[in-house]
């Protein structure tokens, strides 16, 4: 176990970085060195050394964070303060541009948004990037890792760079990558993955779509064909576009997200056997708990730190729907992160995290 | 009766324009001369003559709104058409502009917005309307009624400008002025209005506060003594500031309003004598229902174009608390100014809202 | 249009009884003719004639049921009163007791349960029905018209049962026959159904996962490869059951229903070519919505008696996501019953449901 | 700092249980010695040493509490495993039981329930406890010291029987408390306090009214003038019956409580005047955070120990509304619990609720 760290956060007005404002806040390992937390900062409120959290997240008010303000950002803010890790909790294009300047300043990086996840360029392409087939970003692109612990512990561990997974992303690669691995999976036969999402995941910004009349006593599909998250599936469960159909939708609840997902199997299976592939490949995984006998629901899964898998099988065993539940600002974007911190430091994976 | 009319809705694609739309399009002494729908309008979508109705309302698609267009606005567009009686359901800005010239086209108006509500000068201050204290403004206000048929059912029906209330006045003065009109409230005991509302009252502008993670698994009290819908509750009750307080709250559901309102009696009252208060008030108010029983809760409101209203005495009899309910864009908005519709021709007044 | 009828409701206490009172009362051409209410009535209740529309459903109260009530039931009740069409909305037990007897006495049953939906007794043995197999059964059985006029019109009109389809199956079927009729799905490859439904669909009973504590702020899957529905989509849609997987799914909102459908097809196919197969086989039908641009949404079908389906193809034109919305407790239940009886009995297919 | 106790919950399955489950699990001076968990198993779980947690509460599952069970419950399980405190989160009936025979087995007892809050028998009528007037129940009654610490921190910290308060009346209590005991409120002119909950305050048990169809998109008052929390209002605050109406509403929402309450003043007051009172009566308590310039809201109470106050002055000086919330289940219930086990062991009172 490495001595205490310090740790920034850009981001942490978002919904998903008040939740790592608050983990990190409370991680056992980070006692006594709170996050620095740096953004924009109007001038009145630089003047008063900053806008206190309290007043950003009311929530996060208490003895413990009475002191502690969103700085101006700067980078010898970090520099002059010696942070260790950078946690990006910003829009991808705000991604693109610092990943590269934190490196440059010898800071790793936790970069929560899709800037750096995809290493393939058509995969890339849907986002953009202004700066894509620049040297500067290929150099940091070969330096990313895709922070998925279940998936790439050994990478991260030693990474400068880890991409932090997209929340949807998380909720079905988890799934499907044990029993694809397996190759029990009859890939032509398509999968289909069915993902339903809180509006947390739509971010904070008022929308037509986030606005409460649109979202409450609603379910709508989006994305159909078109979801920027389809690039990790292919990437990370090593599928083509042919072979999966994945469409997300918009739930009326906060947080939390359930993938219902349709494999067809090379052979009739049994319970057992799927199982058995699920227990093996997650055996060493802290942070995913497999159902036995029931189905995951959105309801355990949200505000704790866990995906939580299960499955059902069709009688002719050649079919399975599987069902995959976490919280969207937890498992699928600032507990992953901080377990990717814990790895990275050699510290327990779930430390801070139950 | 009279013979059909010519109706037109300017707004019809706020929440509460949406209801009158249906509302009118379904009005049986209407049918036949479904309303004109104006505002603005795209010059695209005026090259194929205005935005199909069913574009703007899915959920209005049908058979009977097949050829209905939101038509660019125009004072020509409803003389030539032979408009009869045009609703705003506009911002109040916009309709302290429009509601003079609608007059001087000789086209009656009733106006949804807060424009012209207020009789009293600092009641209105609240608004700060660019007008006030013109000549002009003044005459126009002369003639505004204030469009609640329980408490001015023969002034609406010859009125050429009926002013809708607010949602909320709806609620808390329908509960309160059979009792204070009675005599029996001690009105230096002072009142408390403690009303909740749906977050369609907010309007249809996506903001920090309509934001489904603001309002989802929340309650949010708001404009403590300064809320707009104050000065007509002052207007129409007869009480002055010292007299009431009026807190409105922002309830986690799309639609509905529950105020709960506290009173003090000069005397011991009876459940029967309170009751026969009300019955006698309401005796020829269709579009009250008044519970003996039970309390009014949102659910039994909602989609219906009633306000509910009912009571519990103390056991002193001394005190009452009044639940009072509606639906905001119904008998809070829409209804409300299809039942002035109703009053101004001499039809039934709950004609087209049961 | 035939000369006005009398209907009666068994149910009237549920969800989709009460939602099928306020159609039938408000139906053009029943005016003058509500509905018979009968049930169990306690003798105290039966002593004052029965318990009023009203205290049973506080938001169905107004002048028009001022005087209706909900009777004590008897085969008397309804052949002294002339009923021709006789609605059940009763657990399906019920129904398979009470529809041979209403038939027997000459009247005429639309049934919203389960009991006769089923042609294939391999199907209907998920629900056990104890007098399978006997004489009486199968000749009523024979009788039954499987409710859905988009695809039985001709059969419904002169039907003396008419078993009305389930929620679910309403929403698949609808969505799915166009394109399986026409030949076009690739059967072997499998079909999947995703459905989400409200929780007005679980009934009115009190149980652990109709509490609010269950259901709200949650998804759940539920029945998968199990739920009773399944049989209705093979029958109607003409699959069996290794072609199609349906998941049901627990959604936190109160009424209507999405579900997201996955086919492949034997051909790449273009838009236009699929719009056009949905076109033409819905030319006649008045309560089906076809979206040809954006997806359907629940929002915009619940609190209407309309189907609303949508589709979007992949880019390769070999798959298809297709989404269908309705409201459970109209289309996917009352609106549909009100729709066969105007069938029946020759009238408009849409009267009283727009 | 004391060392390390043992404490027992009966009651883990229903919600409050649950969140103090969650409490004591992860209190930082508890480490190693998980509480136990006692209540009612059956024969067959018996057998395998009781039910696990995680069965019960699939959310709290993970490394932490993999060997945690319900047991059978009985008092040499207590004595045998040397518990020091019990918690009973049970019904109020089964607390007037055993809170004696757990004190005569010299087991220090917190009791979430009502049981034991009330001095005053007029106030406990409305339990119609069986034992009350039994000289057993007045000894018990005697010992117990009505569990908010914010009030009777010392009688708390020497305590063998704590009556941990009641949700709705921790939050009324806490706002009025102060300016009640600072003289500033004319009494006689009235209080109002208007408090709506979120549904886990009615409990699990599947009844009618926590039906999801009966409280989501719905509000309701209920209990008015007859609420079992108001004798702790009069007690605590030390009004009478004639000056303080309370009226509880069901909020369509899982958790939180928010009051708004209405006193009028014997003086004009100022804003710092008041929000002095405030802040020098919990100086010492860190479970209570004061707001100063806006209102609290639920959103930021919910999830966390603390309750928020906040208030608003009338112009006039002579009314205020004070804003009052927490969340139900743990500054109402469970976290308040564990503030008094900190405050009974001599631990810092904020102690694992941070």
């Given at each position: 176990m490495s001595s205490t760290i310090q740790t920034a956060?850009?981001?942490?007005?978002?919904y998903a970085g008040a939740e790592l404002a608050r983990l990190l806040l409370h991680?056992?390992?980070?006692?006594?060195?709170?996050p620095i937390f740096a953004g924009r900062v109007n001038p009145e409120d630089a003047a008063r050394g900053g806008v206190p959290l309290a007043e950003i997240h009311p929530q996060l008010a208490g003895h413990r964070v009475a002191n502690l303000k969103l700085e101006p950002f700067s980078w010898d803010l970090f520099v002059s303060r010696g942070v260790d890790v950078l946690f990006l909790a910003t829009p991808h294009e705000q991604s693109r541009e610092w990943v590269p300047e934190a490196l440059s300043h010898g800071i790793r990086v936790i970069d929560l948004s899709g800037a750096w996840r995809l290493t393939d360029a058509a995969n890339r392409a849907v986002y953009n990037f202004d700066d894509d087939g620049t040297e500067l970003a290929a150099e940091v692109q070969a330096q990313a890792v895709y922070g998925m612990p279940e998936l790439h512990r050994a990478a991260i561990a030693s990474a400068r760079l880890v991409a932090n997974p997209g929340c949807y992303a998380t909720s079905v690669i988890l799934a499907l990558k044990p029993l694809v691995a397996a190759g029990l999976v009859d890939l032509d036969h398509?999968?289909?993955?069915d993902s339903k999402s809180g509006v947390s995941g739509a971010g904070k910004a008022p929308t037509p779509k986030t606005h409460f009349m649109y979202a409450a006593d609603n379910l709508s599909a989006?994305?159909?064909?078109?979801?920027?998250?389809?690039?990790?599936?292919?990437e990370q469960i090593g599928v083509d576009k042919s072979q999966i159909v994945f469409t997300p939708?918009?739930?009326?609840?906060?947080?939390?997200?359930?993938?219902?997902?349709y494999v067809h199997f090379h052979q009739p299976q049994t319970v057992a056997a799927i199982s058995r592939v699920y227990h093996e490949f997650f055996a060493s995984s802290p942070m995913v708990r497999l159902y036995d006998k029931a189905l995951p629901q959105i309801q355990h899964s949200v505000h704790t730190s866990y995906a939580d898998i299960g499955f059902q099988l069709a009688p002719d065993g050649r079919r399975a729907v599987i069902v995959s539940c976490l919280d969207n600002l937890l498992k699928g974007a600032s507990s992953q992160a901080v377990q990717n911190l814990n790895v990275m430091q050699g510290w327990h994976e779930a430390e801070g995290l139950e």
């Open positions: 956060i850009v981001g942490v007005t978002g991680h056992p390992l980070l006692k006594g060195a709170p398509g999968i289909v993955a989006y994305g159909v064909f078109t979801h920027r998250h389809t690039g990790e599936l292919l939708h918009l739930l009326p609840i906060p947080r939390g997200i359930l993938s219902t997902i």
